[in-house]
């Protein structure tokens, strides 16, 4: 965990795992700190992790560098449904790659 950049991204309940500086492009590592997740289709709770689903999505650069996120997305399984979901995060929309600062 990276204590500094996760307060400097400001993201609730979003932590930074680690970062990588290519060029002048800063890659940040962001996980969700919660350990459930709710089903959009039932509104049930789920812990059950399916799998983790990585990819990038741009955010807002810091000190002239551009930034962005390795957001691991993570599918869950429904006890109830018996169906993955994927988490929703709130500082990013569906299927978007970029965060809803970044699109303001």
Partial sequence: ???????????????????????DRLILEVEAKTTKAKCPRCGEESNHLHQNRWYFARDLSISGQEVLLKVNR?????????????????????????????WV
Avoid: D
């Avoid at 299927?95 to 809803?100: E, H, I, L, S």
């Fill in 1 to 23: 965990m990276q204590p500094i950049l996760t307060e400097l991204l400001n993201l609730p309940g979003i932590e930074v795992e680690n970062y990588t500086k290519v060029a």
């Fill in 74 to 102: 993570r599918q869950f399984k429904c006890k109830k449904c018996e169906k993955p979901f994927s988490e929703e995060l709130e500082f990013i929309g569906k299927r978007r790659k970029q965060t809803r600062l970044f």
